[in-house]
T-cell receptor, first 112, second 111 residues
Framework: GESVGLHLPTLSVQEGDNSIINCAYS??????FIWYKQESGKGPQFIID?????DKRQGQRVTVLLNKTVKHLSLQIAATQPGDSAVYFC???????????FGTGTRLKVLA | DAGITQSPRHKVTETGTPVTLRCHQT?????MYWYRQDPGHGLRLIHY???????DKGEVSDGYSVSRSKTEDFLLTLESATSSQTSVYFC??????????FGPGTRLTVT
């Protein structure tokens, strides 16, 4: 069973549409940001990352945007598919450390 | 992911008993982490290791201890399990840039 979170914010998206998942981070000293995907009953899986000296980074069907002015991170998923249904976490890593702080997550539901 | 395994995958134990969870890697990563995941709290760091016999506390380390006697294995011990330690426990490996790769998790129930 799923134990990630019973009261997570949920984003419902129609299959084929684009998804945008947002995250606010707290530490100005963070130099590295990561998005993870967690499917039911599994461990989080690395999706994409971005360094603090970048504003945008693209992967396969995913794009991460970083706005340091307002400490905001977003994950865009193009042409959302049923397999994208999961909980998505952002994480920030403080410069000089190897520890990450994780957000509480957003549940993405893809509607057929 | 075949490079990181956790054992056991499920465990039910009684309050007051000691419990040890094992994380095993075949990737030769220096950094290893133990997290717990609970509804409403996300992933919280319990302990981490930055090398053999080098460990440090995370944000929720009370009631937990760890050991790393070799690169491949990182053990998490609950000295005397309590019901508040019922959770899903994840081990992770830290890669060069800081991204982490997670194991499949251990679901622990303390009755």
């Amino acid at each position: 069973g799923e134990s990630v979170g019973l009261h997570l914010p949920t984003l419902s998206v129609q299959e084929g549409d684009n998804s945008i998942i947002n995250c606010a981070y707290s530490n100005s000293a963070s130099d590295y940001f990561i998005w993870y995907k967690q499917e039911s009953g599994k461990g989080p899986q690395f999706i994409i990352d971005i360094r603090s000296n970048m504003d945008k980074r693209q992967g396969q069907r995913v794009t991460v945007l970083l706005n340091k002015t307002v400490k905001h991170l977003s994950l865009q998923i193009a042409a959302t598919q049923p397999g994208d249904s999961a909980v998505y976490f952002c994480a920030e890593k403080e410069k000089g450390t190897y520890k990450s702080i994780f957000g509480t997550g957003t549940r993405l539901k893809v509607l057929a | 992911d075949a490079g990181i395994t956790q054992s056991p995958r499920h465990k039910v134990t009684e309050t007051g008993t000691p419990v040890t969870l094992r994380c095993h890697q075949t990737e030769n990563h220096r950094y290893m982490y133990w997290y717990r995941q609970d509804p409403g709290h996300g992933l919280r760091l319990i302990h981490y290791s930055y090398g053999v016999k080098d460990t440090d506390k995370g944000e929720v380390s009370d009631g937990y201890s760890v050991s790393r006697s070799k690169t491949e294995d990182f053990l998490l011990t609950l000295e005397s399990a309590t019901s508040s330690q019922t959770s899903v426990y994840f081990c992770a490996l830290g890669a060069l840039m800081g991204e982490q790769y997670f194991g499949p998790g251990t679901r622990l129930t303390v009755t």
